[in-house]
């Protein structure tokens, strides 16, 4: 039986809780896990992505226990498994897979739902590149991998994910040799900068040239206490309920964090959001949203809030990007298009930019396809549409911010 939820019309007003990020979650686990000894890593709520990750690392023979508001990792270094799940989350198959690339047995790499769809043919040629023999299915996952990887110097084409470049990063310090990785382009700088910025909180050291990535080998991660920032990708859903539908705030969040999508921000001029910012709190309030043009090929997270604005501004939005959303949980250029012109939104796509021009938005209903992202932009279409919007298997946004709807609600007035 297909579950549905329907989101009525209504103001917004209040202060919203948003998890810890994913993004910097996932890989301080990762850093733990590979740093002998004790590791608290302090936080608020988790996804099931960060849940997919303990486990992973569970399976790997490393203590985890989960306390108020604290993850405790204990760790004596990581022990072989034959078979290793991913879970649903494509940062922890492109971030751990050279890790556990390092083994020289053969293991078995695979995960379940929409990451079983998601091309790896990128990861795949690096990883032989490097000495590692890989067998997959038609460049997806379950992966057969058979190690070690080999210190060197190598030219690496990443595709449309820096996440493999992070795993890279993660596994070539504990090899005894140095090594050069030389990248053809970068996408997703934020998200490499964090991985990069994690591994110097936990005593790694990577040199940086612009393309070019020198590693030393012989490193070793430091078992510490690390305090992890608050997730940007669901504040921004919040935060764009309130410029659309009355005023929300939230308390905490880094304001200069490396997160790709603490860029919402950016709309505060470009679109004429009135908002306050602080060190302790950023609040969006109602607005009469002006066109505007983002880029946002460093943050494709921030495409469908993006679209929802863009749905309820003054005059023809660009945003350019889409390049980067045709391997996410959906085919998600695609599927904003499709499901949002359901509710009225007139939304083309031309070539690498989304064009979206603003104008009265309808209820009705609309599929999740299984993606998080577009069931929680389901909701802040809702605020001013002429009725109920009903979205399909909103289930899914527990992958990212699994109180998403008992907290949008909240704030419904």
Known sequence: MTNSIIILPACVEGYANVPASKSFMQRALCAAML????????ASGFSEDVYSVIDLVRSLGVSVDLLDGKILVRSNGIQYNPKVDMGESGLAARMFTPLLSLFHKPLIINGYGSL?????????????TMGVAVESSND??????????????????????SQFLSGLLMALPLLKDKSVIEVDRLVSEPY???????????????IREQNIFTVQGNQRYNSL???????????????????????????GLKIKSLQADRHVLDLICSAGIKAKITTEEVCFERSKISAFQFDATHCPDLFP???VLAANANGTSTIAGVGRLYNKESNRAVVIQDEFSKLGMNIKLDQDRMIIKGGKICGGIINSHNDHRIAMAGALAAINADGPVEIINPECVSKSFPGFFQEFKKLQK
Request: aromatic share 6%; charged share 20%.
């Open 35 to 42: 740093s002998k000894g004790e590791t608290e890593i302090v």
């Open 116 to 128: 079983l769809a998601r091309d790896m043919k990128a990861m795949e040629k690096g990883l032989k």
């Open 192 to 206: 490499l900068k964090m991985t990069i910025q994690v591994l110097n909180d936990f005593g790694v050291n990577i």
């Open 305 to 307: 809030v993006l679209a």
């Open 225 to 251: 206490c690390y305090h992890c920032e608050s997730d940007w990708s669901s504040a921004a859903v919040m935060l764009a309920a309130g410029a659309l539908g009355g005023i929300v705030g939230i308390k």
């Open 140 to 161: 997806r996952l379950p992966f057969k991998v058979t190690g070690p990887i080999l210190p060197g110097s190598y030219a690496i084409e990443l595709g449309n994910s």
